[in-house]
């Protein structure tokens, strides 16, 4: 029988009330899909972790984990990015989400896998949260 035409799912739900369609037209228990999040998620946020600091890692000064501005001692995962040295980000994240509206927009973890998955290429660096918005401001004024 064919997915679409199914009333319940695997677990017995009612699909007709609890079903997420995707934009593909394929539909998913809400209720198993909750399970599902739920169950997995420490290991999923440690792996997203953990693929940070390899990220970030690479692209800090002498592959450290640190910040990439001189004269910053910024260490913390927490204050820590991925910067697009070339002010690309927008284009880099719309090619993640292949130019669709998604839910993430295509930064964070999505850069950060992208990044990962491409062999580190260059045109990344790794800066603190107050570079960002130093680097942001001071091209507003060359502008």
């Known amino acids: ?18 079903a997420y369609i995707y934009p ?13 999040n ?4 420490p290991l999923v946020v440690k792996n997203n972790r953990d693929r940070k600091i390899r ?13 990439c501005w001189k004269g910053c001692l910024v260490k913390d995962i927490d ?7 070339n002010n ?12 669709q509206n998604k839910r993430h ?6 850069a950060y896998r992208d990044v990962e998955k491409r062999g580190f290429p260059l045109g990344f660096q790794t800066l603190c949260f107050n570079h960002q918005m130093k680097k942001q401001l ?5 502008n």
């Open 138 to 142: 001071m091209l507003l004024r060359k």
């Open 79 to 85: 204050m820590l990015s991925l910067d697009h040295i």
């Open 55 to 67: 990220v970030l890692t690479h692209y800090g000064p002498r592959h450290r984990l640190r910040c």
């Open 1 to 18: 029988m064919s997915r679409t035409k199914q009333t319940h799912c695997k677990c017995g739900h009612i699909l007709e009330e609890n």
């Open 38 to 41: 739920t169950k997995n998620k």
């Open 24 to 36: 593909d037209g394929h539909r998913q228990c809400k209720i198993c899909k909750g399970k599902f």
């Open 105 to 110: 927009g295509g930064g964070g973890r999505s």
């Open 88 to 99: 690309d980000g927008a284009k880099h994240r719309e090619e993640l989400t292949n130019g």
